[in-house]
């Protein structure tokens, strides 16, 4: 069975600290994974993707995700975070040929001065 | 360049009314998958249109059904309304053979059903 978990509901962070959001995927085949992010009142946006190769993936706004296939992980981090990166943020997993893709509850990140 | 249109941006029905919900894609896109994210969850993938027709569909009840027009844009609708269809509704184009990973999202309609 597909699914996405994301154990973390909130999480607060200073602004300038590094941070850490965690994601643990379950997929019958070569799994391909993303991170999204939400802003209040908005639609998703893609921050990155992963699909085969480097398993250090590089995405907008600074962020980058580390895949580590024997863990089932695919963790997002930011080495500086920003007042304006709070929002919340979604990791999802689709397949190849795969139409749709399977989201987690949200990590919601919280950014204080 | 425009993005996902969506249209309404919020909705309040009764129970057991019927609801429309309007999705315009990003321009050269010919897919429209719909999802529903219930309040602090993910979205959930109900169906998928291309070629006018339902290409994939999600663990959703016959209650909601689809319509892709010539033009690409779609439809959603939910029949018999829900207490626990109140959601936000999202569209995201895309181009066919990327799927589900070349998404543009919309804004989403929320629904409200009291």
């Known amino acids: 069975a597909q699914s996405v978990t994301q154990p973390d509901i909130h999480i607060t962070v200073s602004e300038g600290a590094s941070l850490e959001l965690r994601c643990n995927y379950s997929y019958g085949a070569t799994p391909y994974l993303f991170w999204y992010v939400q802003s209040p009142g908005q639609g998703l946006q893609l921050l990155l993707k992963?699909?085969?190769?480097?398993?250090l993936v590089q995405g907008i706004k600074g962020f980058e995700a580390e895949f580590k296939r024997s863990q089932s992980s695919f963790n997002l981090r930011k080495p500086s975070v920003h007042w304006s990166d709070a929002a919340e943020y979604f990791c999802?997993?689709?397949?190849?040929?795969?139409?749709?893709?399977?989201f987690g509850t949200g990590t919601r990140l919280t950014v204080i001065p | 360049d425009a993005g996902v249109t969506q249209s309404p941006t919020h909705l309040i029905k009764t129970r057991g009314q019927q609801v429309t919900l309007r999705c315009s894609p990003k321009s050269g896109h010919d897919t429209v998958s719909w999802y529903q994210q219930a309040l602090g969850q993910g979205p959930q993938f109900i169906f998928q249109y291309y070629e006018e027709e339902e290409r994939q569909r999600g663990n959703f009840p016959d209650r909601f059904s689809g319509h892709q027009f010539p033009n690409y844009s779609s439809e959603l609708n939910v029949n018999a309304l829900l207490l626990g269809d109140s959601a936000l509704y999202l569209c995201a184009s895309s181009l066919s053979r990327q799927g589900g990973y070349g998404y543009t999202f919309g804004s989403g309609t929320r629904l409200t059903v009291v």
């Open positions: 992963y699909f085969s190769g480097d398993t």
């Open positions: 999802a997993v689709g397949g190849a040929g795969a139409n749709n893709l399977f």
